[in-house]
């Protein structure tokens, strides 16, 4: 799929559910009507340039969904470095043991493949593709370049906002595929309870303050009785610039407390929010 046109994307997968901004470029072309096949597939210029796939029924050959990290590292060569040359500049992206380890990188032909390890299982999560010019843009490694590197262009507040809001749907979906995956209901959307993820991460954003206790605004406890959210037990994931919705979930899910929260039966709801590249997750079990 990658470079083809988008017609062929959606003769083989139909009409997307939704089409959600990226920060790079591209449209994510959202298909979540089924978990076991979710799947984000990025278009540019009526283009495919980039695949996120979770969903385990979706055929990622030669990757397979749940497939063990062993099988993986036994099949396919994987480097501690990436090097390309794209418009005149030479690109090395180095990878940190961390890297290696939950999310290496496999290069076929002129296609980057990003895996995503589940640590906890030992099992691949997901994976990504991506073409050389989605990857420079992305720069998921650490990197080392000779030439000319583009600057991220400045966004308006607009076209954040929807930026963040797609970001905002896309990890709402991932977490349920994930939930299903681990046999356990998905979660209904909440939207006073995504009201406070949505000021919790604008306070860490403006505040420079990396922390679950808001120095204006108290703890989740108090920021969820503040907006009169009725709930008997709750929890909070949050995150600071990860590439994007797909990147922030799968690194939930290798953390122990986070995954805790993401993989409670017990919580019924949750609410969303993302603020630039801050992103906060707010799980409650509502009073029945």
Same mark, same amino acid.
């Given at each position: 799929?990658?470079?083809?046109?988008?017609?062929? @994307? &959606?003769?083989?997968?139909?009409?997307?559910?939704?089409?959600?901004?990226?920060?790079?470029?591209?449209?994510?072309?959202?298909? #979540?009507?089924?978990?076991? =096949?979710?799947?984000?597939?990025?278009?540019?210029?009526?283009?495919?340039? +980039?695949?996120?796939?979770?969903?385990?029924?979706?055929?990622?050959?030669?990757?397979?969904?749940?497939?063990?990290?062993?099988?993986?590292?036994? +099949?396919?060569?994987?480097?501690?470095?990436?090097? @390309?040359?794209?418009?005149?500049?030479?690109?090395?992206?180095?990878?940190?043991?961390?890297?290696?380890?939950?999310?290496?990188?496999?290069?076929?032909?002129?296609?980057?493949?990003?895996?995503?390890?589940?640590?906890?299982?030992?099992? @691949?999560?997901?994976?990504?593709?991506?073409?050389? &010019?989605? @990857?420079?843009?992305?720069?998921?490694?650490?990197?080392?370049?000779?030439?000319?590197?583009?600057?991220?262009?400045?966004?308006?507040?607009? +076209?954040?906002?929807?930026? &963040?809001?797609?970001?905002?749907?896309?990890?709402?979906?991932?977490?349920?595929?994930?939930?299903?995956?681990?046999?356990?209901?998905?979660?209904?959307?909440?939207?006073?309870?995504?009201?406070?993820?949505?000021?919790?991460?604008?306070?860490?954003?403006?505040? #420079?303050?990396?922390?679950?206790?808001?120095?204006?605004?108290?703890?989740?406890?108090? =920021?969820?009785?503040?907006?009169?959210?009725?709930?008997?037990?709750?929890?909070?994931?949050?995150?600071?610039?990860?590439?994007?919705?797909?990147?922030?979930?799968?690194?939930?899910?290798?953390?122990?407390?986070?995954?805790?929260?993401?993989?409670?039966?017990?919580?019924?709801?949750?609410?969303?929010?993302?603020?630039?590249?801050?992103?906060?997750?707010?799980?409650?079990?509502?009073?029945?």
């Amino acid at each position: 799929m990658i470079g083809q046109d988008v017609a062929i @994307l &959606e003769k083989e997968f139909g009409t997307p559910v939704r089409r959600d901004e990226s920060l790079y470029g591209y449209q994510w072309y959202i298909y #979540n009507q089924d978990y076991k =096949r979710y799947l984000q597939v990025g278009v540019q210029n009526n283009k495919v340039v +980039t695949i996120f796939a979770i969903g385990e029924s979706l055929d990622v050959a030669p990757f397979e969904i749940g497939q063990p990290v062993e099988e993986i590292f036994n +099949t396919q060569y994987i480097d501690t470095n990436i090097n @390309l040359d794209w418009e005149g500049t030479t690109y090395r992206f180095e990878l940190n043991d961390a890297d290696l380890n939950l999310r290496p990188m496999v290069q076929l032909g002129d296609i980057y493949v990003q895996l995503y390890i589940d640590k906890f299982t030992g099992n @691949l999560s997901s994976v990504r593709f991506l073409d050389a &010019e989605t @990857l420079i843009k992305q720069r998921p490694y650490e990197l080392v370049y000779r030439g000319e590197l583009t600057e991220e262009p400045a966004l308006s507040d607009d +076209t954040w906002r929807k930026i &963040e809001i797609g970001t905002e749907q896309e990890i709402f979906d991932i977490t349920n595929v994930l939930r299903q995956r681990h046999k356990l209901k998905p979660l209904r959307w909440d939207e006073l309870t995504a009201e406070v993820a949505y000021g919790h991460s604008k306070d860490m954003s403006e505040n #420079n303050d990396f922390s679950h206790t808001s120095k204006k605004f108290g703890d989740l406890t108090k =920021r969820l009785q503040t907006a009169k959210v009725a709930y008997q037990e709750a929890g909070e994931n949050i995150a600071a610039n990860y590439t994007d919705g797909p990147a922030v979930v799968e690194g939930w899910l290798n953390s122990k407390g986070h995954r805790d929260s993401l993989l409670n039966k017990d919580f019924s709801h949750i609410g969303i929010g993302v603020f630039q590249k801050y992103y906060t997750q707010n799980f409650i079990k509502k009073v029945e």
